[in-house]
């Protein structure tokens, strides 16, 4: 049985209304979709306020016109935002799409878990216990919200660069805030260390035996090993990620979890979708 269920990211197919980005994507053999708000809708501003049932009712009707499930509400925030007004205002804002996440036949809002970076860029800071004392404060609230409303926040490690940035710490993350409704968005290209990429198969394998139970959706894409360091955020296929073996661990683990390609476009995307049937059959 191939348990694989393959999405994209909507905004990589351009801005529009909900009909035209669904029609868009609905040319495509895809069975769900990543959905930023703003990044895909320009009509929508990166401030709350702005959402209604109405509007989510419509955006999840147009998509489901085509069989297409918003498998995640994108809202990526950084939930340590050095200017604590900024930080709020993005606190209110996710907590407005968790409260709205059900009317787009949607339960989990995803975010990375930011920077003392405004942008989200490494600072040497994101790896104390300061900033992860922060993090835990930032998403229990969050997590209040979630289980008020029967949803989930999603939370996506980036290895180096952002405040989970080891496995120890998601692991950690996922015991101090203590909510069922708090689980793991898995991008297993971004949680390899720059310069362990050459143990992927073990890296995945450890992450599905500490944290697997939490996962809730895959980000996929590719990368290149160049003189031992990670680099690249590639689409699938186009460099040294073994799918196989990460879809070997889903379809035992957590068959038909969303798994949503990162960096397709029109011209790729058929043959991406092409090659990963393939290597979920292998």
Do not use: W
């Amino acid at each position: 049985m191939n348990a694989i269920n393959l999405g994209v990211r909507a905004h990589d197919y351009g801005q529009g209304t909900p009909a035209e980005i669904a029609a868009e994507i609905g040319r495509f053999p895809v069975s769900c979709v990543q959905l930023a708000l703003a990044k895909s809708f320009p009509f929508i501003s990166d401030s709350p306020g702005q959402i209604t049932p109405g509007f989510a009712n419509h955006v999840r009707d147009e998509f489901g016109r085509y069989n297409i499930n918003i498998a995640v509400l994108g809202c990526y925030i950084n939930p340590i935002h050095p200017d604590p007004a900024e930080r709020e205002r993005s606190l209110q804002r996710f907590e407005e799409h968790l409260q709205f996440a059900r009317d787009f036949g949607c339960s989990i809002v995803g975010t990375e878990t930011g920077s003392r970076n405004a942008d989200c860029t490494y600072h040497p800071d994101n790896h104390s216990e300061a900033a992860f004392q922060e993090l835990v404060v930032s998403v229990r609230r969050l997590a209040d919200v979630a289980e008020r409303h029967g949803v989930f926040v999603g939370i996506e490690g980036v290895a180096h660069h952002h405040t989970i940035n080891t496995y120890e710490r998601m692991e950690r993350l996922l015991t101090c805030v203590d909510s069922p409704n708090v689980k793991v968005i898995y991008d297993p290209v971004n949680f390899f260390p720059l310069d362990e990429c050459d143990a992927q198969q073990q890296l995945m394998d450890e992450a599905f035996a500490r944290f697997g139970d939490h996962i809730v959706a895959i980000h996929c894409k590719d990368f290149v090993n160049e003189n031992g360091v990670k680099t690249g955020d590639l689409p699938s296929g186009s460099g040294e990620m073994d799918h196989a073996h990460l879809f070997g661990l889903i379809q035992k683990n957590t068959p038909f979890v969303h798994v949503i390609l990162e960096s397709t476009d029109q011209k790729s995307v058929t043959g991406i979708l092409k090659l990963l049937n393939q290597a979920a059959m292998a």
